[in-house]
């Protein structure tokens, strides 16, 4: 919903504090990660996927 808005708004705060309003998350910082994180997996963002920190929850809670 932020990507399909964003043109709307002069810059993504604005629209991230938008969107959670109209979604009613208490929190626009909760939204703005969320966005952070998806940016990240799609490969827009460089950082470490959700898939990768899974990965490495998973081995840590194995004893590896």
Do not use: F, H, W
């Amino acid at each position: 919903m932020v990507a399909e808005v964003r043109g709307d708004y002069p810059n993504e705060s604005a629209v991230i504090k938008s969107v959670a309003g109209k979604l009613g998350i208490g929190s626009a910082e909760i939204l703005r990660k969320r966005v952070r994180q998806d940016q990240i997996d799609s490969g827009i963002r460089p950082g470490v996927t959700s898939e990768e920190s899974s990965q490495v929850k998973a081995m840590s809670a194995g004893g590896c």
